[in-house]
């Protein structure tokens, strides 16, 4: 079935008022932290693919968004980069969720963003969340931090899970914000989650990032906290303790990054806002290096 620009696999399931839960790359899934969350409550509740976009090369350049090419029981497999809806069902609390892996559109953006709208209103769903990441001057040997913003009943629910700082920034953003408009024109409501990552690590899979997210989803949704598992995120930080212990340089940077932490969160109530700690180029270069350098946007 089609409906605006995705083709929908038919017959439709019967969805009551579903949790859309979105994540979006590559603009805000550094460390893949919000691809690793919708994967992880994709695997606990079964979830099935409802729907991708029916074209598309109306949306993506392929030049910076690469097909992909793999063998599967001995048979080549053509892949081409989609934006892809999953649905499921929550036996335990009754609820539907839609979860939407969407990529940041080259071309057409205004009509991408109302087709994804144009998808959920058809659902009727009665939440829209965007998950993700970004980098943050932030140290990894502190609670990473997550900002957002969510309602009434959820906020007391994850209630020292999420930062109270809010985002003062000014700037260039994804066109998929537009959808968030479009919702909340249609009286949505529209929540967020955002991991703040240690910028001078840049892993390709931040899972301490994933972790954090995935404990709120579970707080706000009411979903297993057993399903935020920290241990493979502990072993990367602790790979990268051992890597930096006997440079003094890159201490120092930690320390003051960590002095950054504690004033900022000291400060929340007041709402008082710290300048960032800047990193040394040879500092940020040498601790990409040990950590890996991030993904080219092809591979995302």
């Keep these: 079935m089609r409906i605006s620009e995705f083709e929908l696999k038919d017959p439709l399931p019967e969805l ?19 691809t690793l969350s919708l994967n992880i409550l994709q695997r606990h509740l079964g979830a099935q ?6 074209e598309p090369g109306k949306f993506f350049d392929f030049t910076r968004y690469r097909p992909r090419m793999r063998t599967v ?9 989609n934006s892809i809806i999953h649905y499921a069902h929550d036996d335990a609390t009754d609820r539907d969720y839609l979860f939407l892996h969407v990529r940041e559109p080259h071309n057409f953006g205004e009509t991408y963003c109302n087709a994804i709208s144009e998808v959920l209103s058809h659902f009727d769903i009665r939440e829209y969340c965007r998950i993700g990441g970004m980098y943050d001057s932030v140290p990894h040997t502190r ?28 700037g260039p953003t994804s066109i998929v914000n537009m959808v ?12 967020s989650l955002m991991a703040h ?43 990268v303790n051992r890597a930096v212990e006997g440079n003094p340089e890159v201490r120092s940077l930690i320390t003051r990054l960590e002095s950054y932490y504690d004033r900022v969160l000291a400060s929340e ?14 500092l940020e270069q040498f601790l990409r290096e040990v950590t890996g350098e991030g993904e080219d946007e092809e591979d995302r």
């Excluded at 968030?180 to 929540?191: I, M, Q, W």
Aim: aromatic residues 4%; glycine residues 6%; negative net charge.
């Design 197 to 239: 990552l240690p910028q001078y690590m840049q892993l390709d899979e931040d899972h301490m990032g994933s972790a954090r997210i995935v404990e709120i989803l579970c707080a706000m949704y009411d979903l297993p906290l057993s399903l935020s598992d920290t241990a493979r995120g502990e072993r990367q930080y602790e790979d």
């Design 180 to 191: 968030t408009d479009l919702l909340v024109d249609k009286e949505v409501v529209t929540t």
């Design 143 to 170: 609670p990473l931090l997550v900002t957002g913003t969510m309602s009434d009943e959820q906020a007391a629910k994850a209630r020292g899970l999420v930062s109270q700082r809010r985002s003062t920034y000014q």
């Design 49 to 54: 693919e409802l729907g991708r976009l029916a």
């Design 269 to 282: 109530e007041e709402e008082e806002e710290e300048p960032a700690v800047e990193l040394a180029p040879d």
């Design 73 to 81: 029981d001995g048979q080549r497999v053509f892949t081409t980069p």
């Design 16 to 34: 009551k008022r579903p949790i859309a839960i979105a994540m979006l790359r590559p603009w805000i899934d550094v460390g893949r932290v919000g």
